[in-house]
Antibody, heavy 119, light 111 residues
């Protein structure tokens, strides 16, 4: 069965960096685009970034553009999110999610990992 | 890109129907047939309930249905059950660069 397991969440000071990982299993990871979606405490969902199946295309929300970098290692079935210059407003649970094949919806989600940017 | 607009909360008694609206613009909801809906219970990951405006994934009860008219999409839950109490988010494809925009979320309460 499809599994997505995020890790790397932590408490970090504003201005510092953090890298999140998402380990995928149960499907052909290299065939699917992957996303990061976040949810601030008590708030709604916010799309963060997407990477194509072969990493040739990457797109970001304006709120993280220039600070966050999405990447993937298809040999390791792992998705990453490098977060630099963290701000308080980046505090959230970060979910990785699989994009449907050839369509436009997120069909599987991980359980999330909490990032807290606070001094 | 602004979040899609949803009512903050809706409620109904068991067996009743509730409808959640999701209003966007011609750049997202109105421009594509790619509206999806997600259910989220407290402390849990979102779960796909509807995709492509009105299609249900395998395993989702048929009491969940979706529709769209212009810039507004809707999710209807018929025959409300206790386990339907959760937060619901709409989501629309909004083009290659913005990709996805989510709704503000609606809390469904079963009275």
């Amino acid at each position: 069965q499809v599994q997505l397991v995020e890790s790397g969440g932590d408490v970090v000071q504003p201005g510092r960096s953090l890298r999140l990982s998402c380990a995928a299993s149960g499907f052909t990871f290299s065939s699917y685009a992957m996303h990061w979606v976040r949810q601030a405490p008590g708030e709604g969902l916010e799309w963060v970034a997407v990477i194509s199946y072969d990493a040739s295309n990457k797109y970001y929300a304006d709120s993280v553009k220039g600070r966050f970098t999405i990447s993937r290692d298809n040999s390791e079935n792992t998705l990453y999110l490098q977060m630099n210059s963290l701000r308080g407003e980046d505090t959230a649970v970060y979910y990785c999610a699989r994009d449907s094949y050839g369509e436009y919806f997120l069909d599987y989600w991980g359980q999330g990992t909490l990032v807290t940017a606070s001094s | 890109q602004s979040a899609l607009t949803q009512p903050r909360s809706v409620s109904g008694s068991p067996g009743q129907s509730v409808t959640i609206s999701c209003t966007g613009t011609s750049s997202d909801v109105g421009g594509y047939h790619y509206v999806s809906w997600y259910q989220q219970h407290p402390g849990k990951a979102p779960k796909l309930m509807i995709y492509d405006v009105s299609r249900r994934p395998s395993g989702v009860p048929d009491r969940f249905s979706g529709s769209k008219s212009g810039n507004t999409a809707s999710l209807t839950i018929s025959g409300l059950q206790a386990e339907d109490e959760a937060d619901y988010y709409c989501c629309s494809y909004a083009g290659s660069y913005t990709h996805y925009v989510f709704g503000t979320g609606t809390k469904v309460t079963v009275l």
